[in-house]
């Protein structure tokens, strides 16, 4: 599982409050993502780390905002949080030079 | 953004019988890959099959690449109820640097005993 873990595991929250998602590693790895999962639409990237301090969007990132200031924490933040971003969401690391990635177990989260 | 589609989108199959999936992407790529997700589960890393490869196995798994197609499949043969699942193929554009892998909608394999 490559030492990936994701906190919380599951998350209900309402409309409008701001909603933080923790995702740790142990190997030390740069790159680390955020992917949100939703029926109908495969997994779709939100943003990216490729270091400390260093992130980019991905396809999906409006409405979040991340944060990387440690090499094994990659934080992502829905400011206010909306019904639309009701979904399964997966971080990801990885390793080595050829782009295999490797997956937390995934957060789910509601907003009613 | 560049994307690999996985055809078809769903695919039942009997125990012991191969089940094929194939994934289509839209300009060169360095490498393809193939993940696997068990329902409520992250995604797991299969194989990955360079640009100069035309075949790969691992195991009861076989990946071919067409890069003149611009098209991969993957072949599981003898499937078993644990390979029910959903597979998705994934690409990474340009393929160099800080490119992330975008992955398509996936394949539903439902494997009955």
């Known amino acids: 599982d490559a030492g990936i873990t994701q906190s919380p595991r599951h998350k209900v929250t309402e409309t409008g409050t701001p909603v933080t998602l923790r995702c740790h590693q142990t190997?030390?790895?740069?790159?680390m993502y955020w992917y949100r999962q939703d029926p109908g639409h495969g997994l779709r990237l939100i943003h990216y780390?490729?270091?400390?301090?260093?992130?980019d969007k991905g396809e999906v990132s409006d409405g979040y905002s991340v944060s990387r200031s440690k090499t094994e924490d990659f934080l992502l933040t829905l400011e206010s949080a909306t019904s639309s971003q009701t979904s399964v969401y997966f971080c990801?690391?990885?390793?080595?030079?050829?782009?295999?990635?490797?997956f937390g177990p995934g957060t789910r989260l509601t907003v009613t | 953004s560049q994307q690999g589609e996985e055809d078809p989108q769903a695919l039942s199959i009997q125990e012991g019988e191969n089940a094929t999936m194939n994934c289509s992407y839209k300009?060169?790529?360095?490498?393809l890959q193939w993940y696997r997700q068990n329902s409520g589960r992250g995604l797991v890393h299969l194989i990955l099959?360079?640009?100069?490869?035309r075949e790969k196995h691992s195991g009861r798994l076989r990946v071919t690449l067409d890069t003149s197609k611009k098209s991969s499949s993957l072949l599981i043969t003898a499937s078993r109820a644990a390979d029910t699942a959903s597979y998705f193929c994934?690409?990474?554009?340009?393929?160099?640097?800080?490119?992330?892998?975008?992955f398509g909608k996936g394949t539903r394999l439902s494997v009955i005993a």
């Open positions: 190997e030390n790895h740069r790159y």
């Open positions: 990801a690391i990885r390793r080595g030079p050829t782009y295999e990635q490797y």
């Open positions: 300009t060169s790529i360095n490498n």
């Open positions: 099959i360079r640009s100069n490869e």
């Open positions: 780390s490729y270091g400390v301090k260093d992130t």
């Open positions: 994934a690409t990474a554009f340009p393929p160099s640097g800080n490119t992330p892998l975008v």
